[in-house]
């Protein structure tokens, strides 16, 4: 757990500033389709890897990280997909207590993300998550739910290491939309990176 929170601090911290000044470098730079290309045969593929996100821990309170195992995979130069996204993680921050506990009990989604790549060495992409629905019944009532994550933001990306080929990346709940209607039940965006153990 504490290689975990090390490599979650150090990962938002250098792959933010990293990303971030690549992104003010490459601003007047839109790739072209050759270097998507190139770009997409660095990175297509399956992967198996952490999703590390905050957590406490009681017995622990220097311990503020827990990780799952999860998979991805990039498919094109437009489209990755996150197998399996445990809502249970995306539940955790809802502050309405009646929602949160019926978010908990659904079904685990598979997420599609739209990714743009924009750089080429290291490969960085944007990544932005389609916004999952949950059609849930508490209070009496059926309600449709939807967690929607930042979209064309710079917080909201990833990266992959050609020599060590190991893939980073940062996705962020940022809404709760009940019934179509965006509520004030996410206090703050909550973070959610992936570091990759395993290419195929």
């Known amino acids: 757990?504490?290689?975990?929170?090390?490599?979650?601090?150090?990962?938002?911290?250098m792959t933010t500033l990293?990303?971030?000044a690549c992104s003010d470098d490459d601003s007047s730079h839109a790739l072209t389709q050759e270097e998507k290309a190139q770009c997409l045969m660095a990175v297509k593929g399956n992967y198996t890897g952490h999703l590390i996100y905050a957590a406490k821990n009681d017995k622990n309170v220097k311990d503020v990280?827990?990780?799952?195992?999860?998979?991805?995979?990039?498919?094109?130069?437009?489209?990755?997909t996150i197998e399996k996204f445990p809502t249970k993680l995306l539940a955790e921050n809802?502050?309405?207590t009646t929602l949160k506990a019926a978010l908990k009990t659904a079904e685990d989604q598979t997420?599609?993300?739209?990714?743009?790549?924009?750089?080429?060495s290291p490969v960085q992409f944007l990544v932005n998550p389609k916004t999952p629905a949950y059609n849930l019944n508490y209070g009496g009532k059926d309600h449709k739910v939807q967690v929607a994550f930042f979209?064309?933001?710079y917080s909201s990306f990833g990266s992959y290491d050609l020599t060590k080929k190991?893939?980073?990346?940062?996705?962020?709940?940022?809404?709760i939309f009940l019934d179509g209607n965006q509520t004030a039940y996410l206090k703050e965006g909550v973070?959610?990176?992936f570091v990759s153990t395993k290419k195929e």
């Open 65 to 80: 990280t827990d990780t799952v195992d999860v998979k991805w995979s990039i498919v094109s130069d437009s489209i990755m």
């Open 18 to 20: 990293s990303f971030t």
């Open 191 to 193: 973070p959610f990176v």
């Open 166 to 175: 190991v893939m980073s990346m940062q996705i962020i709940e940022g809404a």
């Open 94 to 96: 809802v502050t309405d």
């Open 111 to 120: 997420i599609t993300c739209y990714i743009d790549f924009v750089k080429t």
């Open 151 to 153: 979209v064309n933001n």
């Open 1 to 13: 757990m504490k290689t975990m929170k090390l490599a979650f601090a150090a990962l938002c911290c």
